[in-house]
């Protein structure tokens, strides 16, 4: 049986780090998804708590952030 990454792997998937490889903080892209026209909302830098409400930036609809870890957004009762 072969593992990922071994002969014959392609040089792409041979680069990719193990799933035990630690992630330093900086590294990961905080990422929410906008319930009304699915587009990624990338959150990075911004400090969301949750209640707090935001605008999707390609639909301008209102969301309220519902969770932090991970970051999860609900459209707000007004909108609905």
Same mark, same amino acid.
């Given at each position: 049986?072969?593992?990922?990454?071994?002969?014959?792997?392609?040089?792409?998937?041979?680069?990719?780090p193990?799933?035990?490889?630690?992630? %330093?903080?900086?590294?990961?892209? %905080?990422?929410?998804?906008?319930?009304?026209?699915?587009?990624? *909302?990338? *959150?990075?830098?911004?400090?969301?708590?949750?209640?707090?409400?935001?605008?999707?930036p390609?639909c301008?609809?209102?969301?309220?952030?519902?969770?932090?870890?991970?970051? $999860?957004? $609900?459209?707000t009762?007004?909108?609905?």
């Amino acid at each position: 049986m072969r593992r990922p990454g071994g002969q014959g792997a392609s040089a792409a998937a041979q680069e990719m780090p193990d799933a035990g490889t630690n992630v %330093r903080p900086e590294e990961v892209t %905080r990422m929410a998804h906008c319930p009304e026209c699915e587009s990624d *909302l990338e *959150l990075d830098g911004y400090d969301l708590d949750v209640g707090e409400t935001i605008n999707c930036p390609e639909c301008s609809i209102e969301l309220r952030v519902v969770a932090n870890d991970p970051v $999860s957004v $609900s459209v707000t009762a007004e909108e609905e």
